[in-house]
């Protein structure tokens, strides 16, 4: 099993930035694809973006392509998404995800074994 740890979520004003951490413990880090999922009250869990296990390839929704960035320390165990120019569209729980699924790509939250609890990011206009 893999026990993963967000945080970093708060209250930040529209334009500014955030960086979610998710920490991981129990399996071997650098064997899963790592995602971030957020989901908005009264709205379905949504896919953020993803980046794989060892390559770096990563992926990401077009809502967020250019503002944010994931990545990972494999040395760490930490992966992170460093959120910038927030808009209150973005205020949601963001949960990181470990994968081992070669569909990890797709973001699709079946192919995520593993999540961490959730962290608060609300964006003020």
């Known amino acids: 099993q893999v026990q993963l740890v967000d945080s970093g979520g708060g209250l930040v004003q529209a334009g500014g930035s955030l960086r979610l951490s998710c920490a991981a413990s129990?399996?071997?880090?650098?064997?899963?694809?790592m995602g971030w999922f957020r989901q908005a009250p009264g709205k379905e869990r949504e896919f953020v973006s993803a980046i794989n296990r060892s390559d770096g390839r990563t992926y990401y929704a077009d809502s967020v392509k250019g503002r944010f960035t994931i990545s990972r320390d494999n040395a760490k165990n930490t992966v992170y998404l460093q959120m910038n120019s927030l808009r209150p569209e973005d205020t949601a729980v963001y949960s990181c995800a470990a994968s081992r699924s070669s569909r990890w790509y797709r973001g699709t939250p079946y192919d995520y074994a593993y999540w961490g609890q959730g962290t608060q990011v609300t964006v003020s206009s």
């Open positions: 129990g399996r071997t880090f650098s064997d899963y694809a």
